[in-house]
């Protein structure tokens, strides 16, 4: 299932691998996992202008819950480490990182970094929940490859770019580690064990 978002004209068509409300729901599932949490800390790197948009949705978000966000920065792995501290000095009860290539490239250093601090995280790839990250909500990517894999299909058959929306994914997926959540002495709520799309055990 997927939304269009128009013809974009020219030569352009393509898949988005972000919804407007995504950073809502993280936080909202975080939330429910932290019940009564009144700071949540949010990992970014500044540089990626997609953080900024996603800091703005969260911030209204978090306002509207009754939740302060500790806003962390990175521009470099070397920096994350002392956003972790920032964030237990500020009384953070869990994380949300924001995804984009740096948090994704140095994931599994971040879920090393939440074991050791012993912060519950959510991220924006499944990749870091394998790795031993606690929970990811994030676009269902397996079905996005699909679809990229339909409109190489068509533009090869003669269909013309202009002529194929860009679409936004509808379909998204909640990941959880059992695992990782035993490990930081968490028990997971039955209501978003029913809500996840796997579990790792």
Avoid: W
Wanted: aromatic letters at 4%; a neutral charge.
């Amino acid at each position: 299932m997927v939304a269009s978002l128009g013809q974009p004209g020219g030569n352009v068509t393509g898949l988005s691998a972000q919804s407007a409300d995504l950073g809502r729901q993280r936080l909202h599932l975080l939330q429910e996992l932290l019940p009564g949490t009144h700071v949540i800390a949010v990992l970014r790197n500044p540089d990626t202008p997609y953080t900024s948009l996603a800091l703005q949705e969260l911030t209204t978000a978090a306002a509207a819950g009754q939740t302060r966000l500790e806003v962390l920065e990175a521009r470099t792995a070397d920096q994350v480490p002392g956003g972790f501290a920032a964030a237990l000095k500020a009384g953070a009860a869990g994380l949300l990182v924001l995804e984009d290539p740096l948090t994704y490239s140095i994931c599994r250093h971040i879920t090393e970094l939440a074991a050791q601090f012993r912060l519950p995280t959510m991220y924006g790839h499944r990749d870091c929940v394998e790795a031993g990250g606690l929970m990811s909500y994030a676009t269902d990517r397996r079905q996005m490859y699909r679809r990229a894999a339909e409109y190489v299909d068509k533009i090869f058959k003669g269909t013309k770019p202009a002529d194929l929306p860009v679409e936004q994914p509808m379909k998204f997926e909640l990941v959880i580690n059992l695992k990782t959540a035993k490990a930081l002495g968490m028990t997971m709520p039955p209501s978003l064990l029913l809500l996840a799309d796997e579990v790792i055990q």
